[in-house]
C-alpha cells in the first residue's frame, strides 16, 4: 500500500515568509507525527495528534509554529515568518495507535534565505 | 541530559561482512522501546527493528538484530553479510511509554559505509 507522502519535497522561502507542508498519512493510521531534522542531526519531535486532537505539541519551537488536523487525516505544519534557524527538513511519521511503530514519510526540505 | 548516544559517527565495513552499531540510552522509565531506523541518501526513514523492554529475547528481523543488554543500558544493532545497499545513516531512537507518551527521541546517527 502507498506509504506516508509529504509535499512540497522541496521549498526555498525567502525570511520572513510563511510556509505550509503537508502530510498524508497512511490510509486508517490514526497517529500522527511532525519531527525536524537540522542537518547532520537526529530527527527532533514537533508535534503529536491522536485522530484530530493535537495531544502533544512540546516540541514546536515557538508561537511561529502551528499545525493541524481538522479531519484527523491529513496534517499541515504551517511556519509563519521563517527565519533562516528554521532551515531544515521535516518528517512526518503515522501509526496505527498508541505504542505502535512510526512510519515515515519522505520529509520536505526547507531552505530559508 | 543526552538520552540516546551514538558514539560512532561513520563506519566503514567490508561488503559481506558483519558490523554492529552501537547505542546507549538513559531513562528512568521502567517502560520503553527501542527502534533502529535507517536513512538513505533520499531522506526517508526506513523502520528496521524494535525491542520492548520487557522483551526476555532479543529482536531480530531477517538479517538485523539488536544486541539488547537492558542492565548496560545498550541496545547495539548488529547487521549480518552486509551489502552495498546497506550504506546509509542509521539512527537508534527511544520511546519513553510512561504516561502513554508516543514521541520518539533520537541519536546522532552514524553513517554506515559498505565498501566491495
Known amino acids: 500500500g502507498a506509504g506516508v507522502s509529504q509535499s512540497p519535497r522541496y521549498k526555498v522561502a525567502k525570511r520572513g515568509q510563511d510556509v505550509a507542508l503537508r502530510c498524508d498519512p497512511i490510509?486508517?493510521?490514526?497517529?500522527l507525527f511532525w519531527y525536524q531534522q537540522a542537518l547532520g542531526q537526529g530527527p527532533e519531535f514537533l508535534t503529536y495528534f491522536q485522530n484530530e486532537a493535537q495531544l502533544d505539541k512540546s516540541g514546536l519551537p515557538s508561537d511561529r509554529f502551528f499545525a493541524e488536523r481538522p479531519e484527523g487525516s491529513v496534517s499541515t505544519l504551517k511556519i509563519q515568518r521563517t527565519q533562516q534557524e528554521d532551515s531544515a527538513v521535516y518528517l512526518c511519521?503515522?501509526?496505527?495507535?498508541?505504542?505502535?511503530?512510526?512510519?515515515f514519510g519522505p520529509g520536505t526540505r526547507l531552505l530559508v534565505l | 541530559a543526552q538520552k540516546i548516544t551514538q558514539t560512532q559517527p561513520g563506519m566503514f565495513v567490508q561488503e559481506k561482512e558483519a558490523v554492529t552499531l552501537d547505542c546507549t540510552y538513559d531513562t528512568s522509565d521502567p517502560s520503553y522501546g527501542l527502534f533502529w531506523y535507517k536513512q538513505p541518501s533520499s531522506g526517508e526513514m526506513i523502520f528496521l527493528i524494535y525491542q520492548g523492554s520487557y522483551d526476555q529475547q532479543n529482536a531480530t528481523e531477517g538479517r538485523y538484530s539488536l544486541n539488547f543488554q537492558k542492565a548496560r543500558k545498550s541496545a547495539n544493532l548488529v547487521i549480518s553479510a552486509s551489502q552495498l545497499g546497506d550504506s546509509a545513516m542509521y539512527f537508534c531512537a527511544m520511546r519513553e511509554e510512561r504516561m502513554g507518551a508516543q514521541k520518539l527521541v533520537f541519536g546522532q546517527g552514524t553513517r554506515l559505509t559498505i565498501n566491495p
Open positions: 511519521a503515522s501509526s496505527t495507535g498508541q505504542q505502535e511503530t512510526q512510519y
Open positions: 490510509s486508517g493510521h490514526v497517529s
